[in-house]
Protein backbone atom coordinates (compact mmCIF):
# COMPACT_ATOMS: atom_id res chain seq x y z
CA UNK A 1 0.00 0.00 0.00
CA UNK A 2 2.85 2.64 0.67
CA UNK A 3 4.45 1.73 -2.61
CA UNK A 4 0.91 2.53 -4.53
CA UNK A 5 0.80 5.49 -2.34
CA UNK A 6 4.37 6.92 -3.61
CA UNK A 7 3.73 5.84 -7.28
CA UNK A 8 0.41 8.09 -7.33
CA UNK A 9 2.06 10.76 -5.66
CA UNK A 10 5.06 10.37 -8.21
CA UNK A 11 2.03 10.50 -11.05
CA UNK A 12 0.42 13.50 -9.14
CA UNK A 13 3.75 15.01 -9.70
CA UNK A 14 4.11 14.21 -13.48
CA UNK A 15 0.85 15.75 -13.85
CA UNK A 16 1.71 18.97 -11.92
CA UNK A 17 4.52 19.28 -14.32
CA UNK A 18 2.49 19.22 -17.48
CA UNK A 19 -0.17 21.46 -15.77
CA UNK A 20 2.17 24.30 -14.95
CA UNK A 21 3.80 23.88 -18.99
CA UNK A 22 -0.24 23.76 -20.22
CA UNK A 23 -0.77 26.87 -17.95
CA UNK A 24 1.88 28.76 -19.57
CA UNK A 25 0.24 28.45 -22.85
CA UNK A 26 -3.64 28.77 -21.82
CA UNK A 27 -3.83 29.73 -18.18
CA UNK A 28 -1.34 33.14 -19.20
CA UNK A 29 -1.59 33.10 -23.50
CA UNK A 30 -5.01 32.13 -23.79
CA UNK A 31 -3.54 29.25 -26.68
CA UNK A 32 -5.82 26.19 -26.49
CA UNK A 33 -3.26 23.54 -27.43
CA UNK A 34 -4.32 20.17 -27.46
CA UNK A 35 -1.28 18.29 -28.74
CA UNK A 36 0.33 18.68 -25.62
CA UNK A 37 0.46 14.52 -24.87
CA UNK A 38 2.43 14.63 -28.56
CA UNK A 39 5.15 16.71 -26.94
CA UNK A 40 5.08 14.38 -23.94
CA UNK A 41 5.44 11.76 -26.09
CA UNK A 42 8.69 14.01 -27.94
CA UNK A 43 10.20 14.32 -24.38
CA UNK A 44 9.47 10.81 -23.37
CA UNK A 45 11.28 8.67 -26.36
CA UNK A 46 13.95 11.65 -26.95
CA UNK A 47 15.17 11.21 -23.19
CA UNK A 48 14.90 6.85 -23.65
CA UNK A 49 16.34 6.82 -27.02
CA UNK A 50 19.22 9.02 -26.13
CA UNK A 51 19.93 7.00 -22.45
CA UNK A 52 19.34 3.43 -24.16
CA UNK A 53 20.89 3.56 -28.29
CA UNK A 54 23.06 6.30 -27.21
CA UNK A 55 24.49 5.31 -23.54
CA UNK A 56 23.52 9.29 -22.52
CA UNK A 57 23.28 9.78 -18.66
CA UNK A 58 19.75 9.95 -17.51
CA UNK A 59 20.57 13.47 -16.31
CA UNK A 60 21.98 14.16 -20.11
CA UNK A 61 18.69 12.59 -21.82
CA UNK A 62 16.25 14.71 -19.68
CA UNK A 63 17.75 17.90 -20.51
CA UNK A 64 18.09 17.14 -24.18
CA UNK A 65 14.12 15.76 -24.89
CA UNK A 66 13.70 19.33 -22.38
CA UNK A 67 15.77 21.18 -25.47
CA UNK A 68 14.04 18.84 -28.31
CA UNK A 69 10.59 18.95 -26.80
CA UNK A 70 11.01 23.00 -26.77
CA UNK A 71 12.27 23.24 -30.17
CA UNK A 72 9.55 21.04 -31.72
CA UNK A 73 7.05 23.41 -29.68
CA UNK A 74 8.57 26.44 -31.48
CA UNK A 75 8.06 24.88 -34.64
CA UNK A 76 4.44 23.80 -34.24
CA UNK A 77 3.59 27.39 -32.61
CA UNK A 78 5.05 28.74 -36.22
CA UNK A 79 3.47 27.07 -38.42
CA UNK A 80 -0.08 27.71 -36.06
CA UNK A 81 0.61 31.26 -35.05
CA UNK A 82 -2.18 32.82 -37.08
CA UNK A 83 -4.81 30.19 -36.08
CA UNK A 84 -7.18 30.73 -32.86
CA UNK A 85 -9.43 29.18 -31.12
CA UNK A 86 -10.90 25.60 -32.35
CA UNK A 87 -9.00 25.96 -35.40
CA UNK A 88 -5.33 25.54 -33.11
CA UNK A 89 -6.93 23.05 -31.27
CA UNK A 90 -7.59 21.03 -33.81
CA UNK A 91 -4.21 21.08 -35.39
CA UNK A 92 -2.51 20.74 -32.04
CA UNK A 93 -4.79 17.82 -31.64
CA UNK A 94 -3.45 16.28 -35.22
CA UNK A 95 0.32 17.43 -34.11
CA UNK A 96 -0.33 14.57 -31.50
CA UNK A 97 -2.15 11.68 -33.34
CA UNK A 98 0.99 12.69 -36.13
CA UNK A 99 3.75 12.09 -33.54
CA UNK A 100 1.63 8.77 -32.24
CA UNK A 101 1.49 7.04 -35.55
CA UNK A 102 4.78 7.90 -36.27
CA UNK A 103 5.97 6.45 -33.32
CA UNK A 104 3.76 3.51 -34.33
CA UNK A 105 5.24 3.04 -37.41
CA UNK A 106 9.00 3.82 -37.20
CA UNK A 107 9.78 0.33 -35.95
CA UNK A 108 13.56 0.92 -36.57
CA UNK A 109 13.89 4.33 -34.21
CA UNK A 110 10.93 3.30 -31.82
CA UNK A 111 10.02 -0.79 -32.13
CA UNK A 112 6.80 0.11 -33.03
CA UNK A 113 3.62 -1.04 -31.07
CA UNK A 114 6.04 -2.90 -29.07
CA UNK A 115 7.75 -0.19 -27.58
CA UNK A 116 10.84 0.26 -26.13
CA UNK A 117 11.81 -1.06 -22.37
CA UNK A 118 14.97 -1.10 -20.05
CA UNK A 119 14.67 2.33 -20.00
CA UNK A 120 17.07 2.90 -16.93
CA UNK A 121 16.31 4.68 -14.06
CA UNK A 122 18.35 6.71 -11.26
CA UNK A 123 19.37 4.33 -8.88
CA UNK A 124 17.34 1.11 -10.47
CA UNK A 125 18.32 -2.29 -9.59
CA UNK A 126 20.80 -1.30 -7.42
CA UNK A 127 18.15 0.23 -4.98
CA UNK A 128 14.92 -1.21 -3.44
CA UNK A 129 11.65 -1.10 -4.90
CA UNK A 130 10.71 0.98 -1.78
CA UNK A 131 14.03 3.13 -1.75
CA UNK A 132 14.06 3.69 -5.66
CA UNK A 133 10.11 5.01 -5.51
CA UNK A 134 11.11 7.06 -2.74
CA UNK A 135 14.14 8.50 -4.45
CA UNK A 136 11.86 9.74 -7.60
CA UNK A 137 9.19 11.09 -5.58
CA UNK A 138 12.02 13.35 -4.31
CA UNK A 139 13.36 13.92 -7.63
CA UNK A 140 9.54 14.46 -9.40
CA UNK A 141 9.04 17.16 -6.43
CA UNK A 142 12.04 19.33 -6.62
CA UNK A 143 11.76 18.95 -9.93
CA UNK A 144 8.22 20.66 -10.08
CA UNK A 145 9.08 23.05 -7.29
CA UNK A 146 11.23 24.74 -9.34
CA UNK A 147 8.99 24.57 -12.24
CA UNK A 148 6.76 26.44 -10.05
CA UNK A 149 9.12 29.22 -8.78
CA UNK A 150 9.52 30.01 -12.44
CA UNK A 151 6.41 29.63 -13.65
CA UNK A 152 5.43 31.98 -10.79
CA UNK A 153 8.55 34.53 -11.66
CA UNK A 154 7.92 34.35 -15.71
CA UNK A 155 4.09 35.62 -14.87
CA UNK A 156 5.16 38.71 -12.32
CA UNK A 157 7.49 39.76 -15.04
CA UNK A 158 6.70 41.93 -18.07
CA UNK A 159 6.86 38.75 -20.42
CA UNK A 160 4.11 37.25 -18.34
CA UNK A 161 2.08 40.33 -18.39
CA UNK A 162 2.47 40.58 -22.04
CA UNK A 163 0.99 37.24 -22.14
CA UNK A 164 -1.69 37.61 -20.07
CA UNK A 165 -2.47 40.90 -22.86
CA UNK A 166 -2.27 38.91 -25.31
CA UNK A 167 -4.90 36.65 -24.20
CA UNK A 168 -6.91 39.26 -22.91
CA UNK A 169 -7.41 40.97 -26.43
CA UNK A 170 -4.57 40.64 -28.99
CA UNK A 171 -5.34 43.01 -31.23
CA UNK A 172 -4.68 46.01 -28.21
CA UNK A 173 -1.38 44.19 -27.53
CA UNK A 174 -0.09 44.79 -30.71
CA UNK A 175 -1.33 48.33 -31.16
CA UNK A 176 1.05 48.63 -28.04
CA UNK A 177 3.74 47.73 -29.53
CA UNK A 178 4.19 44.07 -28.58
CA UNK A 179 5.49 40.93 -31.08
CA UNK A 180 2.72 38.76 -30.54
CA UNK A 181 3.85 36.39 -32.88
CA UNK A 182 7.43 36.21 -31.17
CA UNK A 183 5.64 35.93 -27.94
CA UNK A 184 3.41 33.33 -28.68
CA UNK A 185 6.37 31.59 -29.86
CA UNK A 186 7.95 31.69 -27.03
CA UNK A 187 4.95 30.71 -24.83
CA UNK A 188 4.80 27.39 -26.63
CA UNK A 189 8.70 27.00 -26.57
CA UNK A 190 8.16 27.14 -22.74
CA UNK A 191 5.02 25.00 -22.31
CA UNK A 192 6.21 22.06 -24.69
CA UNK A 193 9.33 22.01 -22.87
CA UNK A 194 8.11 21.46 -19.22
CA UNK A 195 6.09 18.76 -20.76
CA UNK A 196 9.08 17.12 -22.68
CA UNK A 197 10.81 16.86 -19.42
CA UNK A 198 7.29 15.32 -17.61
CA UNK A 199 7.55 12.83 -20.92
CA UNK A 200 11.46 12.10 -19.48
CA UNK A 201 10.25 11.65 -16.15
CA UNK A 202 7.67 9.28 -16.98
CA UNK A 203 9.83 7.02 -19.49
CA UNK A 204 12.59 6.94 -16.69
CA UNK A 205 10.15 5.81 -13.38
CA UNK A 206 8.14 3.55 -15.77
CA UNK A 207 11.05 1.82 -17.87
CA UNK A 208 8.71 1.37 -20.38
CA UNK A 209 7.13 3.27 -23.28
CA UNK A 210 4.93 2.40 -26.11
CA UNK A 211 2.48 4.73 -28.81
CA UNK A 212 -0.88 3.63 -26.72
CA UNK A 213 0.41 5.05 -23.96
CA UNK A 214 0.03 9.00 -25.48
CA UNK A 215 -3.17 8.93 -26.57
CA UNK A 216 -5.61 11.87 -26.43
CA UNK A 217 -7.11 11.06 -22.74
CA UNK A 218 -4.01 12.30 -21.01
CA UNK A 219 -4.60 16.00 -22.88
CA UNK A 220 -8.16 15.90 -21.08
CA UNK A 221 -6.90 15.10 -17.83
CA UNK A 222 -4.34 17.49 -17.59
CA UNK A 223 -6.85 20.08 -19.12
CA UNK A 224 -8.98 18.91 -16.48
CA UNK A 225 -6.77 19.63 -13.69
CA UNK A 226 -6.19 23.06 -14.73
CA UNK A 227 -9.64 23.94 -14.80
CA UNK A 228 -10.79 22.36 -11.20
CA UNK A 229 -7.75 23.88 -9.76
CA UNK A 230 -7.69 27.57 -11.39
CA UNK A 231 -7.02 28.06 -14.99
CA UNK A 232 -3.98 31.10 -14.81
CA UNK A 233 -2.87 29.85 -11.46
CA UNK A 234 0.28 27.89 -10.87
CA UNK A 235 -1.10 26.73 -7.14
CA UNK A 236 -4.57 25.53 -8.91
CA UNK A 237 -2.56 23.74 -11.29
CA UNK A 238 -0.50 21.86 -9.33
CA UNK A 239 -4.02 21.25 -6.99
CA UNK A 240 -5.91 20.45 -9.90
CA UNK A 241 -3.39 17.72 -10.80
CA UNK A 242 -3.43 16.05 -7.33
CA UNK A 243 -7.28 16.25 -7.33
CA UNK A 244 -7.68 14.63 -11.23
CA UNK A 245 -4.85 11.72 -9.06
CA UNK A 246 -7.16 11.36 -6.74
CA UNK A 247 -10.13 10.98 -8.36
CA UNK A 248 -8.88 8.58 -11.06
CA UNK A 249 -7.87 6.17 -8.53
CA UNK A 250 -10.39 6.47 -5.67
CA UNK A 251 -12.98 5.41 -8.24
CA UNK A 252 -11.51 2.69 -8.48
CA UNK A 253 -11.76 1.44 -5.00
CA UNK A 254 -15.62 1.99 -5.47
CA UNK A 255 -16.57 -0.27 -8.41
CA UNK A 256 -15.53 -3.37 -6.72
CA UNK A 257 -18.58 -2.45 -4.69
CA UNK A 258 -21.35 -2.18 -7.09
CA UNK A 259 -22.67 -5.74 -7.78
CA UNK A 260 -23.44 -7.43 -11.08
CA UNK A 261 -21.56 -4.86 -13.95
CA UNK A 262 -18.65 -6.37 -15.83
CA UNK A 263 -14.79 -4.68 -16.14
CA UNK A 264 -15.89 -2.82 -18.78
CA UNK A 265 -18.74 -1.48 -17.36
CA UNK A 266 -17.01 -0.86 -14.09
CA UNK A 267 -14.50 1.30 -16.09
CA UNK A 268 -17.15 3.45 -18.05
CA UNK A 269 -19.06 3.83 -14.29
CA UNK A 270 -15.62 5.24 -13.28
CA UNK A 271 -15.20 7.67 -15.97
CA UNK A 272 -18.67 9.14 -15.60
CA UNK A 273 -17.81 9.34 -11.36
CA UNK A 274 -15.16 11.21 -12.29
CA UNK A 275 -16.92 13.45 -14.84
CA UNK A 276 -19.49 13.77 -12.49
CA UNK A 277 -17.97 15.31 -9.16
CA UNK A 278 -16.31 17.60 -11.37
CA UNK A 279 -19.20 18.88 -13.15
CA UNK A 280 -20.18 19.28 -9.56
CA UNK A 281 -17.14 20.89 -8.58
CA UNK A 282 -16.80 23.55 -11.16
CA UNK A 283 -21.05 24.33 -10.87
CA UNK A 284 -20.00 25.30 -7.35
CA UNK A 285 -16.24 26.36 -8.12
CA UNK A 286 -16.32 27.86 -11.50
CA UNK A 287 -12.90 29.43 -11.27
CA UNK A 288 -11.34 26.34 -9.96
CA UNK A 289 -10.26 25.44 -6.52
CA UNK A 290 -7.99 28.17 -6.33
CA UNK A 291 -8.99 31.00 -9.14
CA UNK A 292 -6.30 33.15 -10.31
CA UNK A 293 -6.22 36.62 -8.50
CA UNK A 294 -6.10 39.76 -10.41
CA UNK A 295 -2.67 41.96 -10.38
CA UNK A 296 -2.75 44.82 -8.86
CA UNK A 297 0.61 47.10 -9.96
CA UNK A 298 1.56 49.88 -7.20
CA UNK A 299 0.26 53.21 -8.30
CA UNK A 300 2.58 55.89 -7.68
CA UNK A 301 1.00 58.91 -5.56
CA UNK A 302 0.42 62.03 -7.74
CA UNK A 303 3.03 64.72 -7.67
CA UNK A 304 1.78 67.23 -5.13
CA UNK A 305 1.15 70.62 -6.34
CA UNK A 306 3.97 73.33 -5.35
CA UNK A 307 2.85 76.78 -6.08
CA UNK A 308 5.92 79.31 -7.26
CA UNK A 309 6.68 82.29 -5.83
Request: net charge positive; hydrophobic share 55%.
Amino acid sequence: MENYLIAMCVSAGIYALMALGVNVVWGFAGMVNLGLVGFFAVGAYASALLTIKAHWAIAGGMAAATIVAALVGAVVALITVRLRGDYLAIVTLGFAETIRIVASNAIWLTNGTDGLSGIPGPGRGTLSPEMFNLVYLAIVGVIVAIAYVMNERLRASPFGRVLRAIRDDEQVAAVAGKHVTLFKVKAFAISSAALGLAGALYAHYTSYIAPDIFVPLLTLYIKLALLAGGLGNDRGAIVGAFAVVFLLESTRFVIPYVPGITPVQGAAIREFLIAAFLLVMLRYKPTGLVPEQPTRLPVPPAPRYQPTA
